[in-house]
């Protein structure tokens, strides 16, 4: 490389959205795309597995690549995604795009239909959860990819002696080496284009990676991003690279013995890092960092401390870092880490292993295999070479129910029935929060079920060679990972919202009940046309002080018992997949969109307005400060949602500025930890610098805000997440 990492990283930070492909080294995303679309089109007696892998196949055999010279990270390869947003879809997948819903509809027509109703009034996502994924690094590091072909072939010879197999474990084994050789064939030919250009080391990388594991840091890190290039081609995505200062530390060490300078290895992880800034990684690239093995021990080492100085000093946020705490947690990683958020360098989430862990045994997992859960995602834990967990396989909008409990399973708004048909006779509030329950019963059985069905047909919809080659099991089986293989093959159910919803329901209960100023028939017209003409009624629910998230003991018993009743009914349930249901409780943004379906609320909430947001507080409610709205978040059993109990603050500056603001910031974290919360994350920030930035955004183009499990700039945020970041800062002033 040429120069400093400084000065090449003005020439690295954009330089996926500037590449300019080498016309000489393949044809052009927009000809691949005719010809994988025409071998998604085209009939064939084929296995599907095998014509997927055929067209992977094609497309590394043919793209086209750029070389830069100003990264040791130098290959780009144009598989057409478009890197001026955050990244979109490769050509391979906009090719074969419809055959996930062409197979739903045709093998579960009337399971589509019920779905479609549901998505018609925001409860959209149930589905197999495809996207999420971690793959089984250790495995990958060992063998790399000519490894993998090779234990593919051993294997497909083994089980084809075998009278027992079954065709579809050759396909899948097939579609596996097609898949993986041609890997090799394009850095074979990345390895001679390269030769061409000035970039020695790069060259012999490539070279050794395509014959033999990473044996170097350079490698390793090589190595991640290429296997994230390739996975990546379809809808699966590298939701994690994995516990690296653990992974990574071996061949570190290694390098400082064949005598590489310290200042070089760091320099690596400057442009390590820089990659994943530069190919705008939707969500952000997350990986983890610490935590402690079944007994409690501590598993932080030099790296760890590392890799965050490193990344303190680059003031980016992507990749983000979990961070794995515990009681006996480095005490300087944990005042490391908040002082970073406290710089708004606060793409940093950390999680209580004790709180995973006991999360895990609910589930009939034992620490023994949990000690070695990372964070895939925003907070939600997948035990890495074990786990299959579809984190997202339900997104379930809780205000909802409220509004079909209103309105006897209909659509407020559009009229139409959806929930169960109960009673709009209603004679106390415990008959009406029983109603309640039974409607989020009644459409989580539904989306329980059709996740279910859909994962019979998963191979159908989207075979998964290069991912599912990940894990020994599946090329030892000759078994997609969708085929559920693994050891644990688990469902994960999110239920969003529920400040809204509780918020909702205790109005219901104080204004209808309780103190019997509204019948619930006049509520119900005031929602069906968004409080015009209740103005006063509007403005009396809105200022009630009785919300969630201000540690009141009458919002708070609703919300635990909201919670307990999902997890009798459905954590830990066996499914037939062989797993278990996770529960989980973060909403990312889609309280927006369910929002925008979402009638008025009986909290005062107007139709299409957002509804709150993980386990924040509706948005201007938490009056009580950071302490109660904590002490709110902690009364949830974490326990029966190791899918994450998000817990988002947002404090001002002042709060935490000086050795003792540092000192008191560590410890409310630490309290957190004792009481068995889950996920610490959030912004140290005003509300006038936030308006500021809306005002003059060119003065505050770096000004980064944590949105949920995620960070952004925030003057590139749309308008209303603006304005709910202001508003929250205005209320922890």
């Not at 969630?548 to 009798?568: F, R, S, V």
């Amino acid at each position: 490389m040429k120069g400093s990492f400084e000065k090449n990283r003005l020439l690295i930070e954009n330089e996926f959205e500037k590449a300019v492909f080498d016309t000489a080294t393949g044809i052009s995303s927009e000809e691949l795309y005719i010809k994988l679309k025409e071998m998604s089109d085209t009939p064939t007696d084929l296995p599907y597995p095998v014509v997927r892998a055929r067209a992977i196949a094609y497309l590394l055999d043919n793209v086209r690549m750029q070389i830069n010279e100003n990264t040791p990270f130098s290959v780009k390869y144009d598989f057409g995604i478009n890197y001026t947003g955050f990244a979109t879809s490769s050509v391979f997948l906009k090719a074969f795009y419809e055959n996930e819903g062409r197979v739903i509809s045709e093998k579960l027509p009337e399971e589509k239909r019920r779905f479609d109703d549901f998505a018609s009034v925001g409860l959209d996502w149930m589905c197999v959860d495809f996207t999420h994924t971690i793959p089984n690094w250790p495995y990958l590091l060992e063998n790399g990819f000519a490894g993998i072909v090779k234990n593919a072939k051993i294997s497909r010879k083994r089980l084809l002696l075998d009278e027992k197999t079954e065709k579809r474990q050759i396909d899948f084994l097939d579609s596996v080496i097609i898949c993986y050789e041609a890997v090799i064939r394009l850095l074979e030919r990345t390895y001679e284009y390269s030769l061409k250009l000035d970039c020695h080391e790069f060259s012999e990388c490539i070279k050794n990676l395509a014959e033999h594991p990473p044996k170097t840091l350079y490698e390793v890190m090589m190595f991640s991003i290429l296997y994230l290039y390739f996975e990546e081609l379809g809808i699966e995505r590298g939701r994690s690279l994995g516990p690296i200062d653990l992974l990574y530390l071996p061949y570190y060490e290694n390098d400082r013995l064949n005598g590489v300078p310290e200042h070089e290895l760091e320099d690596l992880f400057r442009y390590y890092f820089i990659h994943f800034t530069a190919a705008k990684r939707f969500a952000e690239q997350p990986l983890t960092i610490c935590g402690s093995d079944k007994d409690g021990n501590d598993l932080t080492n030099k790296l760890s401390h590392l890799i965050l100085d490193i990344y303190d000093g680059m003031a980016i946020y992507d990749p983000k870092i979990h961070i794995r705490c515990h009681k006996n947690s480095d005490d300087d990683i944990i005042k490391k880490a908040l002082s970073m958020i406290r710089k708004r360098h606060s793409s940093i989430c950390l999680i209580n292993d004790e709180a995973v862990f006991r999360g895990y045994e609910k589930i009939g997992v034992p620490r023994e295999d949990s000690q070695y859960y990372v964070i895939s995602g925003c907070y939600e834990p997948i035990i890495m070479g074990m786990e299959e967990a579809e984190i997202c396989a339900m997104r379930f909008n809780t205000v909802k129910c409220v509004e079909f409990a209103l309105n006897g399973g209909k659509d407020i708004v559009k009229g139409t029935q959806i929930g169960y048909e109960s009673s709009t006779d209603i004679k106390s509030f415990d008959e009406f929060f029983g109603i309640y329950l039974k409607q989020i019963d009644y459409c989580s059985d539904f989306a329980l079920d059709f996740i279910e069905k859909q994962g019979r047909y998963s191979t159908l919809m989207n075979p998964s060679a290069i991912y599912s080659a990940s894990f020994p099991v599946c090329i030892e089986k000759g078994m997609d990972v969708h085929e559920y293989p693994l050891k644990y093959n688990n469902i994960s159910l999110k239920y969003h919202g529920l400040a809204t919803t509780v918020d909702s329901l205790i109005a219901v209960k104080r204004f209808v009940y309780d103190r019997k100023e509204i019948s619930l028939e006049e509520l119900r017209k005031a929602l069906s046309c968004d409080f015009v003409g209740y103005e006063e009624l509007q403005t009396r629910l809105l200022n009630d002080k009785e919300k969630y998230g201000n540690n009141l003991t009458g919002p708070d018993k609703i919300m635990t018992d909201i919670l307990e009743h999902i997890a009798d009914r459905y954590c830990a349930r066996e499914l037939e997949r062989g797993g278990r249901v996770r529960l989980g409780l973060d909403s990312v943004y889609h309280c927006i969109k369910h929002g925008e379906m979402t009638a008025a609320t009986p909290s005062g909430r107007n139709k299409g307005k957002p509804i709150s947001k993980n386990l924040c507080a509706t948005e201007g409610m938490d009056r009580g400060g950071i302490t109660a709205y904590m002490q709110s978040v902690l009364k949830i059993d974490s326990s029966s949602y190791v899918d994450g109990v998000p817990f988002d603050f947002i404090l001002h500056p002042s709060a935490v500025e000086g050795d003792k603001g540092l000192c008191d910031f560590v410890s409310l974290f630490k309290v957190f930890l004792e009481l068995g919360g889950f996920a610490f994350q959030g912004n140290v920030i005003s509300g006038d610098a936030l308006k500021e930035a809306q005002i003059h955004p060119e003065k505050y183009s770096t000004l980064q805000v944590r949105v949920c499990g995620w960070n952004e700039y925030f003057v590139k945020l749309s308008r209303i997440k603006q304005d709910l970041f202001i508003k929250q800062c205005e209320v922890n002033k």
